[in-house]
């Protein structure tokens, strides 16, 4: 069993920057991939960013070019940045093990408003 806690998620203006944070329980190393999804009020969660081991991204259009996904020590990251009203959702962070068992975090409350 992987334990996954989250942090970073909190109240910003539009135009602001958040990170939000995701600490696995095991080593980084057995992880195949990490992916950030998010969930709106009224609509299906939907896959943001996805980092593998190798360190190799993709991202949904919405956000490219405004959010990163990285990797630091044992931490997977998302820098979110220029911020948008629809950018409010619950962020979570979800990893995929090699043995290809799947985990999710809790989920981080990120709310864009003015």
């Known amino acids: 069993q992987v334990q996954l806690v989250e942090s970073g998620g909190g109240l910003v203006h539009p135009g602001g920057s958040l990170r939000l944070s995701c600490a696995p329980s095991?080593?980084?190393?057995?992880?195949?991939?990490t992916d950030w999804y998010r969930q709106a009020p009224g609509k299906q969660r939907e896959l943001v960013a996805s980092?593998?081991?190798?360190?190799e991204t993709t991202y949904t259009d919405s956000v490219k070019g405004r959010f990163m996904i990285f990797r630091d020590k044992n931490t997977m990251n998302l820098q979110m940045n220029s911020l948008k009203p629809e950018d409010t959702a619950v962020y979570y962070c979800?990893?995929?093990?090699?043995?290809?068992?799947?985990?999710w975090g809790q989920g981080t409350q990120v709310t864009v408003s003015s």
């Open positions: 980092i593998t081991r190798a360190s």
């Open positions: 095991v080593s980084w190393l057995t992880i195949a991939r």
């Open positions: 979800k990893v995929v093990r090699y043995e290809g068992d799947q985990y």
